[in-house]
């Protein structure tokens, strides 16, 4: 678990770091999806493990 939370924060922050170099809000957006579909993903393995 430990590790999404690596993986969450290095795609936060390099959104973050891309939207403010490139004066674009766009990267941030994209960074949000990429954890949105992320934290889809995990809930879904953990209701599967559930169910087994």
């Known amino acids: 678990m430990q590790m999404i939370k690596m993986i969450k ?6 959104a973050l770091a891309l ?6 809000i766009k990267y941030i957006f994209i960074g949000a999806m990429l954890i949105f579909v992320l934290e889809v993903f995990l809930y879904c393995e ?7």
């Open 46 to 52: 953990k209701r599967r493990s559930a169910q087994l």
């Open 19 to 24: 939207g403010i170099i490139n004066q674009d």
């Open 9 to 14: 924060f290095i795609i936060v922050i390099g």
